[in-house]
């Protein structure tokens, strides 16, 4: 069985990185030996990452390629906003954009794939309509190959832009599955008019990962972190930059960071340290590094020698095992949420968007999730205080609810494998 992984952004965003590895993982450990090729938009710090080769994306390559001078750079905005609608129009075999040429990297890339047994789009939230419609490439390519495209792990939508709906209806009708990692991305589905026949009611795969999953126990950072965390109980945190949700959530980038210093202060009054980490950083070029925002956030805070910046370039795993030796984590990245729950600490995951808090309710740990508001007004604060003052009760709780999603990711592995032929 030969299968292609498609959709990574980066491992340098390690809940990327998560997501891929535990589908990885799975898809392994229940086919030994299926043979796996990924393809990623950075594939030298995935590789690295992920710790397996990963090879490059030439679809999002080609967008990067130097067309030379004004009118060259005229053609490439207009390829770039065109390219999807050409590809779902021939796709359709209707209207006048069928007609149209596409790139040889997008020909000689639909020729490749008819070697694969089948296409994985690797879950996430990919397919938001803020990202545009080039989300949409691979899928389409996929459907012009005419080769079977399953979609795993995915959080879908809002749909409040015509033409992206347009091409979601088209691409979601025809993926052999569409498997959905919460159940407000099925809501948002329906609200838009988009096709559910193919949805299946899924799982995050980072919850997939392999908690122990091996890591040089000599790392000197991880020594150095685990040292630190085991003087002073403490609250693990990741934070962002909130563009381009910022506009939709009413909320500015300052108010954010003020509200996360008072937050950092009222833990560090009540006896706690606290670590900020990050699952985006600017490895390989990535244009996100969330430990910017976090030293940012340092210059707020009342006592800093408690308030301790992580700079390491930590994978997922890693990163997972650090977690485990803090308390808490407050992730306003979802994945760092995931992570530090999956190596057994609770989180609370802060919803810049509805992912966050579809997770958490499929978990049936609503209480764990909380909207920016939250944050913003100080009520989060309070409610963190009186969760570390029940944590062993909350432990066991969390734990019982990822054992489920384990189980559940498992039995949906399986389905896939059967469903692809092995």
Known sequence: MKLLLVGNHTCGNRGDGAILRGLVQAIEHNTPGANIDIISRYPVSSSYLLGRDVKDDVLYRYH?????GLIGKIRKALIHRTLPRVLAAKVKGQGILKYLPIPAEFQEHISKIAE????????GSFFVDLYGINQFE???CAL???????MIGHSVG???QEVFNDIARMVFSQVEMLVLREAISYDLMKKGNIPVEKVIEGVDTAWLVDSNSPIDESNYSIRHWRETISQRPTVAITMRELAPFDKRLGVTQEQYEVAFADLINQLISNGYQVLGLSTCTGIDSYHKDDRMVAQQVANKVNNPEYFHVVMDEFNDVELGQVLSYCQLTIGTRLHSAIISMNFGTPAVAINYEHKSAGIMQQLKLPELSAN???LIDGSLAKNVISMLQNIDVLKGNVSAAIENEREKGIEITKELIKRIGG
Do not use: T
Not at 64 to 68: E, H, L, N, R
Not at 116 to 123: H, K, L
Not at 144 to 150: E, F, G, S
């Open 144 to 150: 012009l190959a005419k080769k079977p495209i399953y």
């Open 116 to 123: 694969y047994d089948a296409i994985i789009q690797v879950g």
């Open 64 to 68: 990067f390629k130097s067309k030379g």
């Open 372 to 374: 920016v508001e939250s």
């Open 158 to 160: 809002p749909f409040e």
């Open 138 to 140: 691979h899928a389409l």
